[in-house]
């Protein structure tokens, strides 16, 4: 419950923040939010992250729509998830869905088909453009990655280590 939850919540606040700001900005244009660290920048994405293989909407569909089953089904077969991989599974998957909101119903104004809106703009570096669901995604990544390397191994029923924790018995048993 607190997995979906949370993944209502990431798609609410991305589908708002992308209708706010194509509301207020055209394609192309910038409007400061934290001087010199952050800007708001719309842009419009037919490809997946750094624009990378733009004008493949279909890959993506399919590719998003495979991983979110494939994290459904993950979260769904965890007994008893502890909260950390809950909210990360949260994050992931409402990131996805927001994402793939736009590659379905999302019209491109400078480009042909559908696209992803993003806004984000560091200023301090050189980054690419983002949006709030691959900011969800991201942290979420993150947070699962803690999740597997510190507690995993800890619950009663690991993703990773139960096969090694079912050796490390077998083995003592023989001695």
Request: a positive charge.
């Amino acid at each position: 419950m607190l997995c979906a939850l949370v993944a209502i919540l990431v798609i609410a606040a991305d589908q708002i923040s992308k209708a706010v700001v194509v509301s207020k900005l055209a394609v192309g244009e910038s409007a400061g939010f934290i001087p010199h660290v952050l800007s708001f920048c719309r842009s419009e994405n037919t490809g997946m992250a750094w624009g990378l293989l733009r004008n493949h909407r279909w890959v993506f569909l399919v590719l998003s729509f495979v991983a979110l089953i494939g994290f459904g089904v993950l979260y769904y077969r965890v007994k008893k998830p502890h909260k950390l991989f809950t909210v990360a599974m949260g994050f992931i998957i409402g990131g996805g869905v927001g994402n793939m909101i736009d590659r379905l119903f999302r019209p491109g104004v400078n480009v042909q088909g559908k696209a992803v809106v993003d806004f984000l703009k560091f200023e301090f570096f050189d980054f690419p453009i983002f949006n709030v669901a691959d900011s969800f995604i991201t942290v979420g990544a993150v947070l699962m990655v803690i999740y597997i390397v510190f507690l995993d191994k800890r619950q009663e029923h690991p993703l990773l280590f139960e096969a090694k924790r079912k050796d490390a018995d077998d083995e003592r048993s023989d001695l």
